[in-house]
């Protein structure tokens, strides 16, 4: 019993390592910050994303610690301001880069106004 616990330490261990060492971001800094994306796309490339798809964002974006809250997009789909959850800047550049999206600009927003 004690050497499954041992070999399970083991192998917990040397997967984070691992994953630091393939460029992971961070899951020790546990803190989300909130971040605005913006991001530009050829007229025509949003068609089309389905359920599917943003499951697939979703699944990759966990691998970096990093949470799509909601997207807006301009009337002709070729600009989204997208609202996200990450522990940092990095984390949001490598789950970009594993979904294949493009990033424009990168804004923390730490404070939220409301109208009330």
């Not at 997207?71 to 002709?76: C, Q």
Request: with cysteine; proline share 5%; aromatic share 8%.
């Amino acid at each position: 019993m004690i050497r499954n616990r041992l070999a399970f330490a083991f192998l917990a261990l040397f997967a984070a390592v691992t994953a630091d060492a393939a460029g992971a971001a961070p899951k020790a800094d546990k803190v989300q910050h909130r971040y605005m994306i913006e991001r530009t796309f050829p007229a025509g490339a949003l068609d089309g994303v389905d359920a599917a798809k943003k499951a697939e964002v979703n699944k990759n974006n966990a691998k970096y610690d990093v949470k799509w809250v909601l997207s807006y997009a301009n009337e002709d789909k070729t600009k989204t301001y997208c609202v996200y959850e990450a522990p940092n800047e990095l984390a949001i550049h490598q789950a970009a880069k594993a979904n294949g999206l493009p990033v424009d600009r990168i804004t923390e927003i730490p404070g939220t106004l409301a109208p009330q």
